[in-house]
């Protein structure tokens, strides 16, 4: 069955360093998403994405976050400059089309800033 | 904006015991709703949903979800929980379309053996 692959499942690094998360949504999909979980707290809406540009950002995306589809396959996050309060499970998720409403998630990649 | 409230943080129940967990969402239009499971640090999977039709919706792993529109609910039950049921459970509203889905707090579901 078709998913959504997300590398790297952790990583850890220093407040201040540059960060890309990496996602390959499912190959026919159009609609692309992160979303954010700190640890025990609510899944939260970070960002979407389709036809190359994005379509809505929350609050939370702010000028340290980007997002690309650089290759046509992978939908990277891209966090500039890290801060300890970015620390959390972040996930990526895809939807087929305009009349499915069903995002298809990726198992996450943990991030731990220290 | 739309919204969704999960009131219980965390349910316990004995397992062959029945499970319902409230869901209640703030939508202007009829809304796509959702259930997805979370088991611990793994993904979200999606038990169930509803865009239209028949309210009474059945997902994966004998759960089923009943949408009321006079309530704004969409309450998850099951009619006998398993050890392995023991996850987060996320209700989710959407609009369809290219819009986001929002999430509920969750409800950590613990099961008694």
């Known amino acids: 069955e078709p998913e959504v692959t997300q590398t790297p499942s952790h990583q850890v690094t220093q407040m201040g360093q540059e960060v890309i998360l990496r996602c390959v949504p499912i190959?026919?999909?159009?609609?692309f998403y992160w979303y954010r979980q700190i640890l025990g707290q609510k899944v939260e809406f970070l960002v979407s994405f389709y036809n190359n540009e994005i379509s809505e950002k929350s609050e939370i995306f702010d000028d340290q976050f980007s997002v690309e589809r650089p290759d046509g396959s992978n939908f990277t996050l891209k966090i500039r400059s890290t801060k300890l309060e970015d620390s959390a499970m972040y996930f990526c998720a895809s939807k087929e089309g305009v009349n499915t409403g069903e995002l298809f998630f990726g198992e996450g990649s943990r991030l731990t800033v220290l | 904006a739309q919204s969704v409230t999960q009131p219980d943080i965390h349910i316990t129940v004995s397992e062959g015991a029945s499970l319902e967990l409230r869901c209640n969402y703030s939508y202007g239009a009829t809304p796509y709703l959702f259930w997805y499971v979370q088991s611990p640090g793994q993904g979200l999977q999606l038990l169930l949903k509803y865009f239209s039709g028949d309210t009474l919706v059945q997902g994966i792993k004998g759960f089923e979800a009943e949408f009321k529109r006079s309530q704004s609910s969409f309450n998850l039950r099951k009619p006998s929980v398993h050890w392995s049921d023991a996850a987060e459970y996320f209700c989710a509203v959407g609009a369809g379309g290219d819009d986001k889905i929002i999430f509920g707090k969750g409800t950590r579901l613990h099961i008694l053996p």
């Open positions: 190959s026919n999909h159009l609609y």
